[in-house]
Each structure stands twice: as C-alpha cells, then as structure tokens.
C-alpha cells in the first residue's frame, strides 16, 4: 500500500499570503496518478488538480501543483478567504488508492 | 453535468450489514468505473472500493471481506453493502466517478454529497 504524507498538518495564514502544502509517498507515483482535492466543511471533497499539475475544470490560477515521484506540492498564490479548507492528496499508482491524511489550512 | 445521490438508513445496528444506493443521473453509468469512499468523523478519507459498469469490482483488502459493491445498469445506479459493522464503521458514505482515467490521468470526480451513516443499538 502507498502511504502518503502530508504536511504540515495545519497551516495558519493570512488571506494574500502564499500556501505551500506538500505530500510524500512512501513509493514513486506517476504523475498522471496523483490528484488534490479540497474540502470544505460539511461539503464532499471537490477535485482541484490531476495528473500532479493539470487544474481541473473552474479552478482559479492560484492553485498549482507540482512534482514527481514521491514529492508533490500543492501551492496557492494568494489566498483568498474561500481557500481556508482542508486539502488532501490522493493516488491511483497502485491499488488501493490512498489519500493523505490531510492539510488543513485555518485563517490566522 | 452527472451528479450522484446516495441514499440509504443513516443508522445501522453493530452487527447488521450497512447498504447504500448512489443514483447517477444527467449521464449514463455505462462505460465508467464508480468508487464508494468514506470518512469517519472529524478523520480523513478511505477508499473502499470500486465497480465497473459491466460488474467487475476492486476492493480495499481492509474491507474486503465484508463488502459488496453492485451496479444496476437499468436503474444507473451502484450499491454498497458492508457487513458485521461496528462503531468503526460510522462515517460520511461518498460514492463518485472513477477512477476516470481519461486521457492518462486518474480522478474521482464527481461526487455525491455524502451521507452519515452511524453503527450503534
């Protein structure tokens, strides 16, 4: 089973200020295999990245992310205030697919 | 766009075997893999297993033993029934597409909102 790492755990900014949220696996993914979603509270997760870099569909151009093999960042430019959530990563490199335990990035 | 709905009691006996329903609508469940993932409360997010349209399933091998994952094609809809479930089996029930791994890369999307479901007498 691939284990995936996240950190921080929690992560306190200022609205404008820049997010940068990392996974680790505890083997090589490929990057078509690795995504990011978002969840805010009371809410299903929404898909925010694919393929380690690729935005999915509505997601605004502060959010990028990046990597290969077993370290992955997920970066927000500027936070805006909709972006306080948890963030997690998940991968479909081998079965069964993973998600990390999760970042959650709080309001300071 | 597809969206999906679970449906089903949000309370089980320990014991009992928990079931759910997620209905697929605005597109059809064929040619799709469909996935149910749950998260405990105040936890992070465990992928139980999935179905292809034509029936064949992958499950998490924690689980294995104890689910079922059924697709009706006539109905578009997927099912999932876990069985023997203990407290530890309390969590918010998604189902979503996928993995949909179009054009090389891999997601679950969309999602069902989610639906509580609590084990206890």
């Known amino acids: 089973e691939i284990v995936l790492t996240q950190s921080p755990g929690t992560l306190s900014l200022s609205p404008g200020e820049r997010a940068t949220l990392s996974c680790r696996a505890s083997?090589?993914?490929?990057?078509?295999?690795l995504a990011w979603y978002q969840q805010k509270p009371g809410q299903a997760p929404r898909l925010l990245i694919y393929?380690?870099?690729s935005r999915a569909t509505g997601i605004p151009d502060r959010f990028s992310g990046s990597g290969s093999g077993t370290d992955f960042t997920l970066t927000i430019s500027r936070l805006e205030p909709e972006d306080f959530a948890v963030y997690y990563c998940?991968?479909?490199?081998?079965?069964?697919?993973?998600f990390g335990q999760g970042t959650k990035l709080e309001i300071k | 766009q597809v969206q999906l709905q679970e449906s089903g009691p949000g309370l089980v006996k320990p014991s009992e075997t928990l079931s759910l329903t997620c209905i697929v609508s605005?597109?059809?469940?064929?040619?799709?893999?469909w996935t149910w993932i749950r998260q405990p409360p105040g936890k992070g997010l465990e992928w139980i297993g999935y179905?292809?349209?034509?029936?064949?399933?992958n499950y998490n091998p924690s689980l294995k033993s104890r689910v079922t994952i059924s697709v009706d094609t006539s109905r578009n809809q997927f099912s999932l029934e876990l069985s023997s479930v203990t407290a530890a089996d309390t969590a918010v029930y998604y189902c979503?597409?996928?993995?949909?791994?179009?054009?090389?890369?891999?997601?679950?999307?969309?999602w069902g909102q989610g639906t509580l479901v609590t084990v206890s007498s």
């Open positions: 979503a597409r996928g993995p949909d791994c179009t054009g090389g890369n891999c997601v679950f999307d969309p």
């Open positions: 605005g597109g059809s469940i064929s040619s799709y893999y």
């Open positions: 179905i292809y349209y034509s029936g064949s399933t």
């Open positions: 083997q090589s993914v490929s990057s078509n295999y």
């Open positions: 393929g380690a870099s």
């Open positions: 998940q991968q479909f490199g081998g079965s069964p697919y993973t």
